[in-house]
């Protein structure tokens, strides 16, 4: 349910269309709906102003499909999310909702209902090279379906400074920016260093060795002199395109 279904209903009681009685069940309908193996949330968008979003690794095609069937029904005019997604899950899903997409490298599953010109903002997303695409694009397609505009730029790693230097006046109009990196991660500080708005770091587990999976990236992040720079869990794309939507529609 959103916050359009809800006034509808409510203006259906006060114009006597509908019960009071009747109202009541279906906002009990609306909040939790049990599928047997998950419960659905129906007003996590009223609440937090998107729909519930689907974690898909562990979960069978069938179960990811029912999920998003369901999300779908209550809330039509929604825009849908899954993340950790693969081929089988979007054949599924697919079947009962024709119109959703699959990005094949950041691994996300959305039903895109978005007006273009309803998106907010500015979102800017820089990545550290081209191994932190998948990431990035996670949280890319996050921060555009929560209504967010947003651009994407790619490969401007501090092994060629000029490269993020050289945007410099892009980078000073955004009013977020994500940025995702992983080996030893400085980007992120060097970019906050350039620019007054927030920004979200994504340490990723790209890198050799002493890069231990991207604890070095999260640790050099946590531990970063830039003020105006907070950070997400490892590879965590999804999160920081979530927070960065919310800080740039807010």
Do not use: W
Request: contains cysteine; negative net charge.
């Amino acid at each position: 349910m959103n916050s359009s279904q809800l006034l509808q209903l409510l203006e259906s009681v006060a114009e006597g269309s509908q019960s009071p009685d009747s109202a009541l069940e279906k906002l009990r309908t609306f909040q939790v709906e049990n599928l047997g193996f998950a419960e659905v949330d129906h007003h996590r968008q009223l609440r937090n102003g998107f729909s519930e979003v689907v974690y898909c690794e562990g979960k069978t095609p069938e179960q990811v499909a029912e999920i998003f069937t369901a999300l779908n029904r209550e809330t039509p005019n929604a825009s849908l999310l899954g993340t950790r997604a693969n081929a089988a899950h979007y054949k599924a899903v697919k079947r009962d909702l024709d119109g959703c997409d699959y990005c094949e490298a950041s691994k996300c599953l959305y039903l895109d209902q978005t007006e273009e010109e309803k998106l907010k903002g500015d979102v800017l997303l820089v990545s550290a090279g081209t191994t932190d695409r998948p990431v990035l694009l996670e949280a890319a397609h996050t921060a555009r379906l929560t209504g967010s505009r947003i651009q994407v730029m790619e490969d401007l790693g501090v092994a060629g400074l000029q490269r993020i230097v050289s945007r410099h006046e892009r980078l000073i109009k955004a009013r977020v920016i994500v940025v995702a990196a992983g080996m030893e991660a400085a980007l992120p500080t060097v970019v906050a260093g350039l620019v007054s708005c927030p920004v979200i770091g994504i340490p990723t587990s790209v890198g050799y060795g002493t890069s231990f999976g991207g604890v070095t990236a999260l640790l050099g992040m946590l531990n970063s002199c830039a003020s105006n720079l907070c950070c997400v869990n490892i590879d965590a794309g999804f999160r920081a395109g979530y927070l960065a939507s919310l800080i740039n529609r807010n």
